[in-house]
């Protein structure tokens, strides 16, 4: 499957706990997206990467979320001290920089309890 | 801020008729529109997408009609099919700058197509 990747699939983690989700993008794609998606909603964009570098972050993004690509290739997405309010599924996209598709994993349901 | 906004949230229509989604979006730097479809349980799956420099876009039984004036854009399913029955979601994304590629999604619709 040369499709995006993501691990786990789902997850559930007590109140306070921290959790990692990794994504394989699509080999030859240089941006990587990281959407949360609640249920009922559409996805909000987190954060993106161009190569290893993170070039934007959104205001959901807070100080307890982390986000890295280290060397171009898949990216790690990690919450601290988790809080009931970020059980979501948790999207990862990537793309061509100069084509406009962009490919969805089938997401990290995460669910904090 | 809701800069792209889709309705109905929800829609039942009967096999073979047509479903009609409709968005309309509030930044004019927006200049790219695909919609989405996603199952339970999967990723968002692209179905077509359209640039403001054309008024519709065609493929298969998937029509996107464009409204640059109006800031709206729909999403038609002609002959719809119980297969269809899934979520939609109409997005928009710049054309340049860092912010290029980075998708701000509608709330959705949740098509229902009866047999």
């Known amino acids: 499957d040369t499709g995006v990747s993501q691990n786990p699939r789902h997850k559930i983690t007590k109140r306070g706990q921290n959790v990692t989700f990794r994504c394989d993008p699509i080999s030859e794609h240089n941006r990587l997206y990281w959407y949360r998606q609640t249920l009922g909603q559409g996805p909000e964009f987190l954060t993106y990467?161009?190569?290893?570098?993170?070039?934007?972050k959104s205001r959901l993004l807070s100080d307890r979320f982390s986000a890295e690509r280290p060397k171009g290739s898949f990216s790690t997405l990690e919450i601290q001290r988790t809080e009931q309010g970020d059980s979501a599924m948790y999207l990862c996209?990537?793309?061509?920089?100069?084509?406009?598709?962009?490919?969805f994993g089938q997401g990290t349901r995460l669910t904090v309890v | 801020q809701q800069q792209v906004k889709q309705s109905p949230q929800s829609l039942i229509v009967q096999k073979g008729g047509i479903s009609i989604i409709n968005c309309a979006y509030e930044n004019t730097a927006f200049d790219y529109f695909p919609w989405y479809q996603q199952f339970p349980g999967k990723g968002p799956a692209l179905l077509i997408a359209?640039?403001?420099?054309?008024s519709e876009k065609k493929e298969g039984r998937f029509t996107i009609s464009f409204n640059k004036s109006a800031k709206q854009f729909s999403l038609h399913i002609m002959d719809s099919q119980p297969g269809d029955s899934a979520t939609y979601f109409c997005?928009?994304?710049?054309?340049?700058?860092?912010?290029?590629?980075?998708?701000?999604f509608g709330q959705g619709t949740i098509l229902t197509v009866h047999p």
């Open positions: 996209a990537s793309k061509w920089s100069t084509n406009t598709e962009a490919f």
């Open positions: 990467f161009q190569n290893e570098a993170q070039l934007e």
């Open positions: 997005a928009a994304s710049y054309a340049g700058g860092t912010s290029y590629g980075k998708l701000t």
């Open positions: 359209i640039r403001p420099d054309v």
